[in-house]
């Protein structure tokens, strides 16, 4: 069954600390994994990737892939108050484009 | 990115009516639609992927006579959610399907069914 699992479930950091997100995936058929944040709406997008070992960058946000290894990390450096939201990670299947999501992450960042 | 609009963004009726929610993509042709259902405090839960011309597809557990998907022309898809009950309350949201550009969300629709 395919699965895409996320670490931590939740997290409550002081403003400025570093966090790191956690995604680990069993999807046959992988194309490309994407993370999103969500907040009271729909998700946003933040980065799609699909090769291994590159590192996609944000301003403060960077994420990457172990396509070996099935998972990728989101670090949030300096957090700041708005960063608070739930972080999604999604695996897309090659052929049909279809997403599996995992649970999210709860980034709580207090002042 | 790609412009998805919905249509209401929030809706709110008595039981036992119906909703029609639509999604629109605004500056590119979405030959497929994918729906997505989202509870409060749960990861989103694909409903039901469309197909321009064609029948929808519908994921295991879905009930396809009561959320009714037409996908009528490449810009427009839309959710019928038919005799509508307080369990179908919801965040409903559309992604459409576009070769590579299949990463961006329509904006949602909020239903609460009273």
């Known amino acids: 069954e395919d699965k895409v699992v996320q670490s931590p479930l939740s997290l409550v950091v002081h403003e400025g600390d570093t966090v790191t997100l956690n995604c680990s995936y069993e999807?046959?058929?992988?194309?490309?994994l994407l993370w999103y944040k969500q907040e009271k709406k729909a998700p946003t997008f933040l980065f799609m990737l699909?090769?291994?070992?590159i590192e996609k960058k944000s301003g403060r946000l960077s994420s990457i892939l172990d396509k070996k290894e099935l998972f990728s990390i989101l670090n949030i450096t300096a957090t700041q108050t708005g960063d608070s939201a739930v972080y999604l990670c999604?695996?897309?299947?090659?052929?049909?484009?279809?997403?599996?999501f995992g649970k999210g992450t709860k980034l709580t960042v207090n002042p | 990115g790609a412009v998805v609009s919905q249509h209401p963004s929030w809706v709110i009726c008595k039981s036992g009516t119906s909703v029609k929610i639509e999604c629109r993509s605004l500056d590119f042709q979405a030959t497929t639609m994918f729906w997505y259902r989202q509870f409060p405090k749960q990861s989103l839960m694909l409903m039901a992927t469309s197909n321009e011309g064609s029948k929808a597809t519908y994921e295991q557990g879905v009930e396809k006579d009561k959320f009714l998907i037409n996908h009528a022309s490449l810009t427009l898809s839309t959710l019928t959610v038919t005799s509508a009950h307080p369990e179908d309350s919801s965040f409903y949201i559309c992604?459409?399907?576009?070769?590579?550009?299949?990463?961006?969300f329509g904006p949602g629709t909020r239903l609460l069914v009273l």
């Open positions: 699909t090769s291994s070992g």
């Open positions: 992604r459409p399907g576009q070769g590579r550009e299949t990463q961006y």
């Open positions: 999807v046959t058929n992988f194309r490309s």
């Open positions: 999604a695996v897309e299947q090659g052929g049909s484009e279809k997403l599996v």
